[in-house]
């Protein structure tokens, strides 16, 4: 119960932290972009902004009010044009492959919406002789001009669905990773978990003084699995100590007669690791050799260089190989998923085994 509390005291602790180095203006922006997300929102002012450039760019030869109520009608014809072709032409006929069709159509559009616009235009000079004279010599060019309209619609249309075709596989794809690393990651935790408590559970049968040690130990192991590797990447220096840790618990349970030896070489600063990645290959080291064999050894060597990992882990084996292994490639297994998943083609794992030696050796980029 006193747990308990503490974990809720904590995590209400976490929340105020949390609320009170909000950045104040955060909820502003969000709102804003929120606003601005909105289909209506970001079509008007783009067809705002193309209005302007037209107006700023003829105005001042023309006046500005005079070419905006000019490029106003005809952005209003253009949009109906627009759409027509994003909402049904597209979908119903450049998406289906039936490009002849989609073409002809587009142009019927073209041949259809043009002269509506003109019309307005001409109207609208009712009492002005030379400018309906103007629009009438502009048709090529304005039928020329809704066709562009249309094409750059097609091109805009056809990018802005790619892009967000990826932006969803990319998500659809960092999900499934994250699942199914979640999904490796607690295999590996109850899979150590229950090693050790066996290992416990023995020493506690025989009344043995290592079993206090263990227990420390154990906590200080499981505190880091439940804290601390909850992150894609943990420090390096924690993933070390972790193993300091389980070796040393193996230390107070093997005894005197195995040899387990450690060695890091290299420096130890700002990297990153994937949390619990190299502890499938420690488990197998004693599970399947050391634990099988009187007198035997496991070495353990990591070199660090800059972002390069190199780890390699050398144990003594039976030399008769055992009958029943139902249970003891499930670590690698995983291990060699998560290395797929985390560290894609920047990882080397080999495996070597020998007739009384196994060996493991890989190689990380931890820039990955």
Not at 76 to 105: D, E, K, W
Not at 111 to 126: A, D, E, G, N, Q
Not at 148 to 170: E, F, M, N
Not at 247 to 269: P, W, Y
Request: charged share 20%; aromatic share 14%.
């Amino acid at each position: 119960m006193l747990y308990n509390a503490y974990i809720c005291d904590l995590m209400a602790k976490q929340s105020v932290i949390q609320n009170s180095t909000s950045p104040p203006l955060k909820g502003l922006f969000d709102r804003i972009y929120k606003f601005l997300s909105h289909r209506v929102v970001y079509h008007s002012l783009f067809w705002l902004c193309y209005i302007l450039v037209i107006v700023l760019y003829k105005g001042w030869e023309d006046g500005y009010m005079f070419v905006f109520i000019n490029e106003l009608i005809k952005s209003f014809f253009y949009g109906i044009a627009v759409y027509f072709n994003i909402y049904y032409l597209i979908p119903n006929y450049l998406s289906q492959t039936r490009f002849a069709t989609y073409s002809l159509l587009l142009v019927v559009l073209v041949i259809i919406i043009t002269p509506p616009s003109m019309l307005s235009l001409y109207f609208r000079f009712f009492n002005q002789p030379e400018f309906q004279a103007g629009v009438l010599d502009a048709q090529p060019a304005m039928f020329i001009m809704t066709f562009l309209i249309l094409g750059i619609s097609t091109i805009l249309k056809i990018i802005t669905d790619w892009i967000r075709h990826q932006t969803v596989k990319r998500e659809l794809e960092r999900q499934t990773m994250r699942s199914e690393l979640r999904f490796l990651k607690s295999q590996i935790n109850p899979h150590f978990l229950f090693n050790t408590l066996n290992n416990l559970y023995a020493l506690t049968l025989k009344k043995s003084d290592k079993a206090p040690e263990i227990v420390l130990k154990l906590s200080e192991m499981m505190r880091y699995m439940l804290y601390e590797c909850n992150e894609r990447r943990v420090p390096l220096r924690k993933e070390v100590n972790y193993i300091r840790n389980y070796l040393d618990l193996e230390r107070l349970r093997q005894g005197k007669n195995a040899r387990i030896e450690f060695e890091l070489e290299g420096s130890v600063q700002q990297q990153k690791i994937a949390p619990l990645m190299f502890i499938p290959f420690l488990e197998n080291s004693f599970k399947h050799g050391l634990n099988q064999v009187a007198e035997g050894f496991v070495r353990i060597h990591i070199e660090i260089e800059e972002q390069k990992l190199r780890l390699e882990i050398e144990n003594s084996k039976p030399t008769l190989p055992k009958i029943n292994h139902r249970s003891g490639g499930i670590g690698l297994q995983n291990v060699q998923r998560r290395l797929d998943l985390l560290y894609p083609e920047q990882y080397e794992l080999s495996i070597d085994n020998h007739p009384e030696t196994y060996i493991v050796q890989l190689k990380i980029d931890l820039d990955a």
